[in-house]
Nanobody, 123 residues
Framework: QVQLVESGGGLAQPGGSLRLSCAAS????????MSWARQVPGKGIEWVSG????????YYANSVKGRFTISRDNAKNTVYLQMNSLKPEDTALYYC????????????????WGQGTQVTVSS
């Protein structure tokens, strides 16, 4: 079965950096795009970033463009999210997800996602 295990979250100061990792198993990692999404309590899932299966194409939400970088290592079945110039509004539970999302009636959905890692940006 698909397993996605996120790590690397924590507390960072505004302007600081964190690097999230997601270890994937249970499927052929190199055959799938991968994504990062986030959720703040009481709000919907936001698709933050996505990367094509071979890393040749990437997507970033406008809210993180220029600050976050997604990458992957297909040999290690791992996808990363480098987060720089962090802002308090980046505080959220960050999820790793298999594939790109579908959006139905404004709700973002993924076929599979992990348990999430908490990122808190505060001074």
């Amino acid at each position: 079965q698909v397993q996605l295990v996120e790590s690397g979250g924590g507390l960072a100061q505004p302007g600081g950096s964190l690097r999230l990792s997601c270890a994937a198993s249970g499927f052929t990692f190199s055959s799938y795009a991968m994504s990062w999404a986030r959720q703040v309590p009481g709000k919907g899932i936001e698709w933050v970033s996505g990367i094509y299966k071979d890393g040749s194409d990437t997507y970033y939400a406008n809210s993180v463009k220029g600050r976050f970088t997604i990458s992957r290592d297909n040999a290690k079945n791992t996808v990363y999210l480098q987060m720089n110039s962090l802002k308090p509004e980046d505080t959220a539970l960050y999820y790793c997800a298999k594939g790109y999302p579908t959006v139905v009636d404004g709700t973002v959905n993924f076929a599979s996602w992990g348990q999430g890692t908490q990122v808190t940006v505060s001074s």
